[in-house]
């Protein structure tokens, strides 16, 4: 038996492929978008991929289950409450699948959502690992808050607050202590508020370890789960739906989105999103566009900024960047929102002012400080006294809160968001002065 374990960083996604060395046979469990790694996983050993479990229609990235039944002839299981739209076997509680001398059994285990269960793997006769999805991660168990407007069964955070109490302490602790506990995410994923970066664990180190598994009251429980999640990113809701029904095969969905000329021009009014570095940013780029940076934190900002309703003009540097930037909006199902992907070089005709430090220094009266971390981050400890603070997933919405009369300064804690907060302003407040803290944030920190 072999147990492989696939990271998507940008995501903090994990996903598993459960290779029966027996038969040769594997079965996925929540895989990635792009099946590529699973397909090559499979040749390395010879196998065949037989089987994919979802472990719950996921709300953070979109998943390739129906790509991969549709070329592997592999059968998908999920619980019957996600009512798939894809061809799929139901895996409820009790039920088994085979590979060799590997037997997968479900567990359901809502909390997270409705329809969410763990596969407890078992292999000669005792139980070996138990796949946790979003119910639990190490360090901490999945939000109960992503649910209450999406997916075919829908339910308030306090019901699935209080199924997570039952889930963990009746099923999951239940499990011998020595069982290997692997989520499907990991430190970094907005599906839980306090993951640790660690990728495993077992059942006896979470019984001693994991905040939600010491000994309280459910009342106790469910007031600390419901308390400081993060935010939701637009996009959640959006995946959960398309999860649901089984999105398109990766890389044609990819090819489809349309290349445009280098330096090409949008329409008056277009939705630009514009990933290139902030300083070339500011130094040059087409007026009203978004700055949301390529790296890790491009898909979960692109989600969080651009509702899926939307669609955008997508602006790299390079083509190697922009291939790489399409790659990744595909990875949360936003591939089919660009309306066209181009490079973009030399003058443009917006530039971004530069921030006068020494005098903002000496005198931060004189402007309107706008802070966009988030709520978790700032917990009523503002950096500076008068700050205006607006998260920046909620910045367009709520740019109008921003009065005009003076200069406004952007900050965040690292330099990346404000990079994208100063921009959004930008256009929102076109006769105002909008200004980047930038990473110039840490002088003030304390």
């Known amino acids: 038996m072999k147990i492989k374990q696939f990271e998507d960083k940008g995501l903090a996604h994990y996903s598993y492929a459960i290779l029966s060395e027996e038969t040769k046979e594997i079965v996925l469990v929540d895989p990635a978008r792009d099946p590529a790694q699973y397909y ?73 959502s409705p329809d969410s269960i763990s596969v407890v793997l078992e292999h000669e006769g005792k139980d070996k690992a138990v796949f946790t999805g979003d119910t639990l991660f190490i360090g901490d168990v999945g939000r109960p808050d992503l649910r209450e407007k999406a997916g075919k069964v829908m339910a308030k955070r306090e019901e699935l607050a209080r199924q997570m109490y039952h889930s963990t302490r009746e099923k999951l602790m239940k499990l011998n202590d020595d069982v290997l506990v692997y989520p499907a995410h990991g430190a970094g994923s907005l599906c839980g508020k306090a993951l640790s970066s660690a990728n495993s664990s077992t059942i006896g180190a979470e019984k001693t370890g994991n905040y939600a598994l010491q000994p309280m009251s459910e009342e106790e429980f469910v007031k600390l789960l419901l308390q400081d999640q993060p935010f939701i990113p637009k996009y959640f809701g959006y995946d959960v739906a398309l999860n649901k029904q089984g999105a398109p095969a990766y890389q044609e969905s990819i090819a489809a989105v349309k290349r445009l ?185 304390e």
């Open 40 to 112: 090559a996983f499979a040749s390395a050993n010879n196998a065949s991929i037989v089987g994919v479990i979802e472990t719950h229609p996921h709300a953070d990235f979109v998943s390739a289950h129906q790509e991969i039944h549709r070329k592997t002839g592999a059968t998908i299981y999920t619980h019957s409450l996600v009512d798939a739209d894809y061809p799929h076997q139901a895996f409820d509680e009790g039920s088994e699948i085979t590979v060799g001398d590997i037997k997968l059994k479900s567990l359901h285990t809502p909390g997270h």
């Open 261 to 445: 000329e280098k330096n090409f021009s949008p329409e008056a009014g277009a939705l630009v999103v514009d990933a290139r570095d902030q300083q070339t940013f500011k130094q040059g780029h087409l007026p009203g566009a978004y700055n949301i940076q390529a790296g890790n934190k491009f898909k979960t900002w692109l989600g969080s900024i651009i509702d899926p309703e939307e669609s955008f003009y997508l602006v790299a540097q390079d083509e190697k960047e922009l291939e790489e930037l399409i790659a990744r909006a595909a990875r949360i199902g936003y591939e089919s929102k660009i309306k066209g992907a181009f490079v973009l070089e030399g003058k443009a005709p917006a530039s971004s002012p530069a921030l006068d430090l020494s005098n903002f220094e000496a005198h931060p009266e004189n402007y309107t400080i706008v802070d966009v971390r988030n709520a978790s981050e700032v917990d009523g400890k503002l950096i500076f006294d008068k700050a205006i603070h607006i998260p920046l997933h909620e910045l367009r919405e709520r740019a109008s809160d921003i009065p005009e009369e003076k200069p406004v300064v952007v900050h965040c804690a690292g330099g990346y968001r404000s990079a994208a907060a100063s921009s959004i302003l930008e256009k929102a407040l076109p006769h105002t002065k909008v200004l980047d803290l930038s990473e110039d944030i840490s002088r003030f920190k």
